[in-house]
C-alpha cells in the first residue's frame, strides 16, 4: 500500500489534476490521496490559502467578502469545467465555502484555522467527486471520520497518538480514499492545522498510521537537490539520501518537503519518494532509513537560511561561574524563547536563535532582563546572520573534509562567525553574514561535487 501526497502546484488547474488521476490510475497499491489546496498556476497568480487568509480576515472584520469569495470559487470551478462539471453538480462545495462565516468557533484563531483547512478540503471533494465521475471507486474521507486527531493549538496543532490506532482501521478499505492535508480535529471538535506547508505532515501521519510500504510526495521538482538551483546551475540530484540528512538540510533552507513531516515516518520507518507530477516516470529522490545506508559520497548537501540572528555574551571567567547557562536559559523560558545553538569558549558565548519569533520590543525586553541578570561585560545582538549546513552520512568518518569546506572559503574572502560539528557527525554547521552565505554554499558545492 502507497499513501500520496501531491503538492499545491500539483492541484492548480484542471491540467494538474489529470495528472494527478493519472499518477493514482497507473498504479492500483496507491490508496490513500493526500490534496494541497491549489497553488500558483503562473508567476504572480495567488495560492488559495492566502485567499481563505483574506476571506478569514473580511469576516472577523465584518466587511464584504463576495469578491473573495468569487476568487475562490473560480479557482475550483475552473478545474470542475475542465472535467466537464457543471454547476449544479459541483454546488455543494460552493455552499460550503458560502457557509464558512455563519459557523461556531471557539475563537479568533479557530476561525481562521478553519477557513484555511477549506483549501485542502475542497480540494479533496472535488478530486474524489472527479474519480467517482470517472467510475473509480473512491471516496472522500473527511478527517472527523477517519479519527484524526490533533491537540487544541489552531494553528500549530501536533497529532495526538490515538490517531495512529484510528487511521489503522482504514486499512482494508477496498476504495481509493481522498483525504485533505494540513488539518485535524481537536478533542473538542475544533478544525486546527500544522504548520504551513502541513499536508507533508498529514501524509506521512497517514502513512505511519496504515503502516504504508511507501510514502510517495509529489511536487514541482524532478528530485531534491544537493544545492539550491537558484544558487548553484544544475545542482546534482540526490537519489537517495537518510531521514536524518533531510532533517538536518530541511533545518537550513530545504523546502521541498516538510522537516516535521519526517517524525512521523521516522517513528513508523516508512519510506519516502519525492517526486515530480510532471515527470512521474523520473526515479526523484528517496528517503530511507540509516540502518543499511552506504553513502556513496562525503557530503549529501548543502543549504542556507538567513532567518537566524545571535545574542553575542562576553563575560571573564564565564567557564568559572556557576549556573551562568541555567541563568540565561530561565531568561528564555520566561520569554517563551528556543533558541538554536550556544557555541561557547572560556569567556564568550554566542546564543542563535531563530529570528522569526522576536518582534522588536520583545528582544529588546529579552536583552534587558539578560543584562540585569547575567551583568554581561559585553552584549550584541548580531541581526546580520546566516547558518550554511554542510551534511553527509559520509562525513562521519571523511578526515580532511574540513579543510576543502574552510580553505575555499578563505580564499573568498568569506568569514566564518562560527563552527559547530553535530554529535552524529553528518553534519557542519557554519556562521556567516547573510550576504556571504549563497558564495559559500556554491564554493562548498564546488569542492563536492564539481
Known amino acids: 500500500m502507497k499513501v500520496v501526497k501531491f503538492g499545491g502546484s500539483s492541484l492548480a488547474s484542471g491540467e494538474q489534476f489529470q495528472k494527478v488521476i493519472n499518477i493514482i490510475n497507473a498504479d492500483p497499491t496507491r490508496k490513500v490521496i493526500v490534496t494541497s489546496a491549489p497553488g500558483k498556476r503562473f508567476e504572480h497568480d495567488v495560492k488559495v490559502t492566502d485567499l481563505l487568509i483574506k476571506y478569514a480576515e473580511l469576516t472577523l472584520e465584518k466587511k464584504d467578502c463576495s469578491a473573495v469569495i468569487e476568487q475562490i470559487w473560480s479557482r475550483y470551478y475552473d478545474i470542475a469545467t475542465f472535467f466537464q462539471l457543471n454547476s449544479e453538480q459541483v454546488a455543494f462545495l460552493k455552499q460550503e465555502l458560502l457557509a464558512l462565516p455563519a459557523a461556531h468557533y471557539a475563537s479568533a484563531d479557530f476561525l481562521l484555522a478553519a477557513f484555511k483547512a477549506h483549501g485542502e478540503k475542497l480540494s479533496a471533494q472535488l478530486l474524489a467527486h472527479i474519480l467517482q465521475e470517472k467510475q473509480l471507486p473512491a471516496r472522500y474521507l473527511d478527517p472527523k471520520e477517519a479519527g484524526f486527531l490533533v491537540s487544541d493549538v489552531a494553528d ?36 486546527a492545522t500544522f504548520s504551513r506547508g502541513g499536508s ?4 506521512a501521519i497517514w502513512a505511519r498510521g496504515l503502516q504504508a510500504d511507501l510514502y510517495e510526495n509529489f511536487t514541482d521538482v524532478n528530485a531534491i537537490y544537493a544545492a539550491d538551483p537558484r544558487i548553484v546551475a544544475k545542482p546534482h540530484p540526490i537519489k537517495i539520501m537518510t531521514y ?67 545574542l553575542y555574551l562576553h ?62 561585560d559585553q552584549l550584541e545582538w548580531i541581526n546580520d546572520y546566516a547558518i550554511i ?12 573534509a574540513m579543510k576543502k569546506i574552510t580553505v575555499p572559503l578563505a580564499e573568498k574572502k568569506i568569514a566564518i562567525h562560527m563552527i559547530n560539528q553535530g554529535a552524529s557527525r553528518i553534519s557542519i554547521m557554519l556562521g556567516t553574514k547573510k550576504a556571504d552565505a549563497p558564495a559559500a554554499v556554491a564554493q562548498i558545492y564546488q569542492q563536492f561535487f564539481a
Not at 482494508?172 to 480535529?185: K, Q
Request: charged fraction near 20%.
Open 389 to 400: 549546513m554542510v551534511v553527509g552520512e559520509g562525513l562521519r568518518n571523511k578526515i580532511g
Open 156 to 191: 500549530d496543532a501536533q497529532v495526538l497518538d490515538a490517531t495512529y490506532e484510528n487511521l489503522y482501521n482504514w486499512r482494508e478499505t477496498p476504495d481509493i480514499m481522498v483525504v485533505p492535508g494540513f488539518y485535524g480535529i481537536t478533542p473538542t471538535g475544533n478544525i
Open 200 to 203: 507533508d505532515i498529514t501524509g
Open 244 to 310: 536524518r540528512e533531510l532533517r538536518e538540510l530541511s533545518y537550513a533552507g530545504f523546502s521541498v518537503f516538510h522537516d516535521e513531516a519526517l517524525i512521523p515516518a521516522i517513528q513508523g520507518q516508512v519510506l519516502i519518494n519525492v517526486k515530480n507530477t510532471n515527470h512521474p516516470e523520473l526515479p526523484g529522490t528517496m528517503i530511507v532509513p540509516k540502518k543499511n545506508f552506504h553513502p556513496k559520497n562525503t557530503v549529501t548537501g548543502v543549504a542556507s537560511s538567513k532567518h537566524f540572528a545571535a
Open 315 to 376: 563575560k571573564y571567567l564565564l567557564n568559572k561561574e556557576t549556573g551562568f547557562t541555567l541563568k540565561l536559559l530561565q531568561i528564555f523560558y520566561k520569554f517563551n524563547i528556543s533558541y538554536e545553538h550556544m557555541p561557547s569558549g572560556i569567556d564568550d558565548l554566542t546564543v542563535i536563535f531563530d529570528k522569526r519569533q522576536f518582534t522588536p520590543s520583545l528582544r529588546e525586553e529579552m536583552c534587558a532582563e539578560i543584562e540585569k541578570v547575567i551583568q554581561p
